[in-house]
C-alpha cells in the first residue's frame, strides 16, 4: 500500500485519540497545571506508552472482531457484565457530556465577552443536529478538520513564555508528594485521558469502518498517531498553565482562569488562542460522547442502531439515547456549577470507573474465543495490565485519601 494511501486512510484513531482532548481534559490540565506547575509533566511519559496501547489494543479488538466492545462484553461474559459496563459508561459520559457543553459554552463566552449561559443551548442544538443528521463519513471529515485547530494549545504554550530547563527537569524526574492535591490532580488527569467513551469509540469506528484484513496495519498505525497526538497536546497544555498560571500562585476556579488569565502574563493572543482550541475539543468530543452512549445501549440491549442508519422504526431507540444524552447533559448545566469545577468532577468520575473497563478491555484482547490466534505482543499485553493496575491504585488511594484524611 503506498503511503499516499495510508495517509488517506488515517481517521478513525485520529478522531478517537484526539477526542480525549475534549474539555474536560483541558479544564482538568488547566487545573492540575496552576495547581502542581510542572510538578505532574513526568506522568506524561508513562502516560504516552498507556494511551498508544489502549488504543492499539481497542483497534485490534475492533478490526478482528467487527463489532463494539461493548457487543464483545454482552457475549462473552453476559448480559449483566454488559449492563455494569454500559452503566459505568453512561454515567461518566452524561457528566463529561455536561462539562464539555459548559466548557464550550464557556469558551465562545471568552471569544465574545457574553454569559456562557447564553451559548448552552445553542451548542447543544448545533452539535445534536450534525450528529443525528450527518452520517458516520460525514461526521469524521468534520471531526479531522477541527482537529487542525488544536496546534492553538502548542503556540499558546511558547506564548507564556516557560522555563523550557524546568519543565524538562520536571517531564524526564519524577516526583509525587503524597497528599491529596498531587493524588486527586494525578487521579484526574489519568481519568480524564484514560476516559472510556475513547476506546468504547475505537471499537466502534472499526466496526463502522468495516476494514479488510489488509488494511488493519493502517488503522492500528492511525489508533497509535491519535494516542501521541493527544498525549502530545496533553503535555503543551500542562506547560501553558503552569508557565502562566502556576509559577505566579493563580490557581484556576473557573473556565475564565483558564484562558482570560493568560492575557496579562502571556499576551492576549495566547487567551484567544487556549479558548478557539478549547471550544474545537468541544466540537469533536461531544458528538463522540454522545454517539457512544447511545452505541453501548444499543449494543448493551442488542438493539439496532448506527450514525449510518437513518431515523426509522428501527433505529429510533438508538436515536433516542442519543438525543436524551444530549439533553440530561444540558440539563446538568442548569444546576449553576462553575463549568471548570464540573469538568474536574468529571475527571474524578471517570478515574474512579476506568480500573474496571480497562481490566474487561485487557481480557477480552487475550481471550482466544475473542481474538483466535491473532494474539497481541507481550510487552502491549504487560503495558495495558499495569495501566489496568495503576488506575485501580490510584482510585484506590483517592478513595482511602477522600475518605481518612480530608
Wanted: proline content about 4%; glycine content about 8%; charged content about 10%.
Amino acid at each position: 500500500m503506498g503511503i499516499w494511501r495510508w495517509i488517506r486512510r488515517l481517521g478513525p484513531g485520529l478522531v478517537a485519540g484526539a477526542s480525549d482532548n475534549d474539555p474536560t481534559s483541558v479544564a482538568t490540565i488547566a487545573v492540575v497545571g496552576s495547581t502542581t506547575v510542572y510538578g505532574l509533566s513526568w506522568l506524561f511519559v508513562l502516560l504516552l506508552p498507556v494511551l498508544v496501547t489502549v488504543q492499539f489494543v481497542s483497534s485490534r479488538l475492533g478490526a478482528v472482531t467487527g463489532v463494539g466492545l461493548e457487543t464483545l462484553i454482552r457475549r462473552r461474559y453476559g448480559r449483566w457484565w454488559a449492563v455494569i459496563a454500559m452503566a459505568q459508561v453512561v454515567v461518566v459520559n452524561v457528566v463529561t457530556l455536561a462539562a464539555d457543553l459548559e466548557g464550550g459554552a464557556a469558551s465562545v463566552s471568552l471569544l465574545t465577552g457574553l454569559d456562557w449561559q447564553w451559548f448552552v443551548l445553542p451548542l447543544t442544538a448545533v452539535i445534536g443536529a450534525l450528529t443525528v443528521m450527518g452520517s458516520y463519513d460525514e461526521i469524521e471529515r468534520v471531526l479531522r478538520f477541527v482537529l487542525l485547530i488544536f496546534v492553538a494549545y502548542v503556540i499558546a504554550a511558547f506564548l507564556a513564555r516557560p522555563d523550557w530547563g524546568d519543565v524538562l527537569l520536571h517531564t524526564v524526574v519524577p516526583s509525587f508528594p503524597l497528599d491529596g492535591v498531587h493524588i486527586t490532580a494525578a487521579l484526574a488527569l489519568l481519568g480524564s485521558t484514560l476516559t472510556s467513551y475513547v476506546y468504547f469509540w475505537q471499537t466502534i469506528e472499526e466496526e463502522e469502518e468495516h476494514p479488510p484484513t489488509s488494511e488493519r496495519k493502517v488503522l492500528e498505525v492511525d489508533a497509535v498517531v491519535g494516542a501521541v497526538l493527544a498525549t502530545v497536546v496533553f503535555w503543551f497544555i500542562l506547560i501553558t498553565t503552569g508557565a502562566a498560571l502556576g509559577v505566579h500562585g493563580m490557581q484556576v476556579q473557573t473556565a475564565a482562569d483558564a484562558a482570560a488569565a493568560l492575557s496579562p502574563l502571556a499576551g492576549p493572543y495566547a487567551a484567544i488562542l487556549f479558548a478557539i482550541g478549547l471550544l474545537a475539543s468541544a466540537m469533536l468530543a461531544i458528538p463522540v460522547l454522545a454517539a457512544t452512549t447511545a452505541y453501548v445501549f444499543a449494543e448493551a440491549f442488542g438493539w439496532r442502531g448506527s450514525i449510518n442508519d437513518p431515523i426509522s422504526r428501527q433505529s429510533w431507540r438508538f436515536y433516542t439515547v442519543l438525543a436524551g444524552s444530549l439533553l440530561i447533559g444540558l440539563a446538568l448545566t442548569c444546576f449553576g456549577v462553575e463549568p471548570i469545577r464540573l469538568l474536574y468532577i468529571a475527571s474524578i468520575v471517570g478515574g474512579l470507573g476506568t480500573p474496571v473497563l480497562l481490566a474487561l478491555l485487557m481480557l477480552l484482547a487475550t481471550d482466544r474465543r475473542t481474538v483466535g490466534e491473532l494474539s497481541l505482543p507481550i510487552v502491549v499485553v504487560v503495558v495495558g495490565w499495569l495501566a489496568t493496575a495503576v488506575m485501580g491504585l490510584a482510585s484506590a488511594g483517592f478513595v482511602v485519601v477522600t475518605l481518612f484524611f480530608s
